[in-house]
């Protein structure tokens, strides 16, 4: 083996995580760390949704710190550049939780797995990675490791990666709504939510889009996902320090010329408008379940047809016109550190991190 072999094998060694996650049952596990200090942090990766891919905003992706151990809630494309880019090592983002299986929320999987094994080099590992998500993530998972098997298969020959993708990566399906993983960091509960109101019972068993509750030691964060307005949704969230939320302009989408409507048959652009009003959050939407939920903040991310500053400053103040809480508009890297703390605690529930 020549010198710059062996240097770049140390160096791919040396960018692993020595220790491995292994998972006995798939609920409980142990906590990988990363580099960082304590606290609770949310650095939002990606914050424009699907499904025009925009120069400025990555796709739905954000960063869940907690004491230095880095957790993933969704994928988007650019998700992985993102992660880079926040300091983050991509092979340290053990476990990744996915919301649904929407193309603007779930593609870059691939991209992260592919860089988590090259990471590993030629040497035998048991460093194992966790994927959960709705029905149909387990094959997802290995689908993705089929696909980068292939390229991989070359540095296989080379002996600068291994062969056994499929080993190191783990689809966990998730049934229904409950409990679905904790650690000695945090505790995870799903919740079914109305992304897919307009799916008939039966395709509802097969298809499932989840709201996801994470209780840290510094405070409880919910994830919407995408969804619809939900009571279930608002009461899922009760009291959650901080409401992590997709937000959608109606009007926008339909009338501006993002997305093409105005040249569909009335019939399609009837049937766009049921599901952007069903299926999605628009402001007034997301103010009513921030104000059911009392939670004590707002962080708004998944803008779609995409914003500038303008358009966010509206979108904050669309939503507090409904409910009185403060309402943050994210934006790609921009970290927050949450605070714990009940309702009408004089500490905000979420800041920017210094």
């Not at 995580?17 to 200090?37: I, N």
């Not at 994470?214 to 409880?220: A, C, D, L, R, S």
């Not at 009513?288 to 803008?303: P, T």
């Not at 016109?321 to 890297?333: E, I, N, Q």
């Amino acid at each position: 083996m020549t010198n710059e072999l062996r240097s770049l094998r140390a160096a791919l060694r040396l960018g692993a995580v020595a220790l491995a996650l292994a998972f006995h049952h798939p609920v409980t596990a142990t906590a990988a760390p990363d580099a960082g200090g304590g606290g609770t942090q949310l650095i939002m990766l990606g914050t424009n949704g699907g499904p025009v891919i925009r120069k400025d905003r990555a796709e739905p992706s954000t960063l869940l710190v907690v004491d230095g151990t880095p957790y993933l809630i969704d994928c988007g494309v650019g998700a992985l550049r993102r992660i880079v880019e926040a300091g983050i090592n991509p092979p340290n983002v053990r476990t990744i939780f996915i919301t649904h299986h929407h193309p603007d929320h779930d593609l870059d999987l691939a991209g992260i797995m592919a860089s988590d094994f090259f990471s590993i080099g030629a040497g035998e590992s048991k460093d194992r990675w966790n994927i959960y998500g709705p029905p149909g993530t387990s094959r997802f998972v290995d689908a993705a490791a089929n696909y980068i098997s292939v390229p991989f298969e070359t540095f296989a020959a080379e002996k600068l990666a291994g062969r056994d993708i499929k080993s190191h990566f783990i689809g966990h399906d998730i049934a229904g709504s409950g409990l679905v993983y904790q650690d000695d960091k945090i505790r995870v509960t799903a919740m079914e939510n109305a992304h897919y109101a307009l799916m008939s019972d039966k395709q509802r068993e097969r298809f499932k889009s989840y709201s996801y509750r994470i209780q840290t030691p510094h405070g409880i964060i919910v994830f919407t996902g995408d969804t619809g307005p939900s009571e279930t949704v608002a009461k899922f969230a009760k009291g959650a320090d901080v409401l992590v939320s997709e937000v959608i302009d109606l009007d926008l989408i339909l009338n501006g010329g993002t997305s093409g409507a105005e040249q569909w048959s009335k019939d399609d652009q009837a049937a766009l408008r049921e599901h952007l009003e069903r299926e999605h959050l628009v402001p007034s939407a997301v103010a009513h379940i921030a104000k059911e939920a009392d939670v004590r903040s707002v962080l708004l991310y998944h803008f779609v047809p995409g914003t500038d500053e303008a358009r966010a400053a509206a979108d904050v103040a669309d939503v507090k016109a409904g409910y009185s809480g403060p309402v943050t508009a994210s934006h790609d890297l921009a970290r927050y550190c949450v605070n714990a703390g009940g309702s009408g605690s004089d500490r905000d529930a979420l800041s920017a991190c210094p």
